[in-house]
Each structure stands twice: as structure tokens, then as C-alpha cells.
């Protein structure tokens, strides 16, 4: 059973930062494309980042490209987002995904899904 767990969201301004984790267990974790999503009230979820199982191939939703950066660290079965200059549609749950194969911009092709954690920036 794999299991993702998030962590690092909460209230910032707009402009600040903010880092979420994603730690996976599982043994074949430098295995999998791991993927950030997430989900605004009223909205669907959607794409954010997603990055490939060694961290070289790394792709972005347009809204947040130059601003957030996915990376992982296999060695402690982690991935990370970093978001700058946060802005108040930047809020929403934040999900990590993991699949096996290909970094996909799509959420049905994951498996694997964390509970979530809110990021909510204020104006």
C-alpha cells in the first residue's frame, strides 16, 4: 500500500512563499512520477506540477510557471513545492499524486493520492 502524506500549507499574504512535502513510503518510490494538483472551492481539480522519477523532467501548469518549482528528494521518498510570490487564487487544497512512468499534466492517470493540505493566501 503507498501512502502520500502532505504537509506545509496554511495562511500566508499575498507575495510571501510557502513550501508543501510530500512524503511517500514505499520502497519504489525513485520509481514514480509525482504530480501537485489542487482543487479551489467551487472548481475542479486541477493540474499544478509534475515531475519525473529521477527529477530532471519537470512540467508546469502556465499559471503558476516562474513561480512554483516542483523537486524531489528520493533519498528521503520526498517531493516538494515551492511557491513564491503567492496570490490569493493560488488558494485551494493542495494534493500530491504519484503514478508509475510518465510525468503527466492529467490527475486520471495517477494512482496514488495524498488527503490534501489548504493554502490559503490572503490579498
Known amino acids: 500500500q503507498v501512502q502520500l502524506v502532505e504537509s506545509g500549507g496554511g495562511l500566508v499574504q499575498s507575495g510571501d512563499s510557502m513550501r508543501l512535502s510530500c512524503a511517500a513510503s514505499?520502497?519504489?518510490?525513485?520509481?514514480?512520477?509525482m504530480g501537485w494538483f489542487r482543487q479551489a472551492p467551487g472548481k475542479e481539480r486541477e493540474f499544478v506540477a509534475t515531475?519525473?522519477?529521477?527529477?530532471?523532467?519537470?512540467n508546469y501548469a502556465h499559471s503558476v510557471k516562474g513561480r512554483f518549482t516542483i523537486s524531489r528528494d528520493n533519498a528521503k521518498n520526498t517531493v516538494y513545492l515551492q511557491m513564491n510570490s503567492l496570490k490569493p487564487e493560488d488558494t485551494a487544497v493542495y494534493y500530491c499524486a504519484a503514478r508509475e512512468g510518465r510525468p503527466l499534466p492529467r490527475e486520471g492517470y495517477y494512482t496514488y493520492w495524498g488527503q490534501g493540505t489548504q493554502v490559503t493566501v490572503s490579498s
Open positions: 515531475t519525473s522519477s529521477s527529477g530532471e523532467i519537470t
Open positions: 514505499g520502497r519504489t518510490f525513485s520509481s514514480w512520477a
